[in-house]
């Protein structure tokens, strides 16, 4: 069994910071792609930061030069640096990860269970 459990969300005014963390846990033999996803009300859920093993990243237009995506791979761990937030970044943020359980499966996508990031104007 695998799980991803995020924290770090909450409350905050427009122009602060925030940072989200997210560890995996269970049977995890290696992890791919680690990425942080949002879901604001009314709205489909988008991608906000995606970071490979290797350490490739890329960003969603807006969040660009505002979050930062790292991730420690030893610990199976991602964490989104959050900066100048804007009532806008207010949704659902969520941790996503590609796992492999052992060397013989296939690589499938795991989901947190959200945590929630609220941005007052």
């Known amino acids: 069994q695998v799980q991803l459990v995020e924290s770090g969300g909450g409350l905050v005014q427009a122009g602060g910071s925030l940072r989200l963390s997210c560890a995996a846990s269970?049977?995890?033999?290696?992890?791919?792609?680690m990425a942080w996803y949002r879901q604001a009300p009314g709205k489909q859920r988008e991608l906000v930061a995606r970071m490979t093993r290797g350490g490739s990243t890329n960003y969603e237009d807006s969040v660009k030069g505002r979050f930062t995506i790292s991730r420690d791979n030893a610990k199976n761990t991602v964490n989104l640096q959050m900066n100048s937030l804007k009532p806008e970044d207010t949704g659902v943020y969520y941790c996503?990860?590609?796992?492999?359980?052992?060397?013989?499966?296939?690589?499938?996508?795991?989901w947190g269970q959200g945590t929630q990031v609220t941005v007052s104007s």
């Open positions: 996503v990860a590609d796992i492999r359980r052992d060397w013989y499966s296939s690589q499938k996508t795991y």
């Open positions: 269970g049977s995890i033999f290696s992890i791919n792609a």
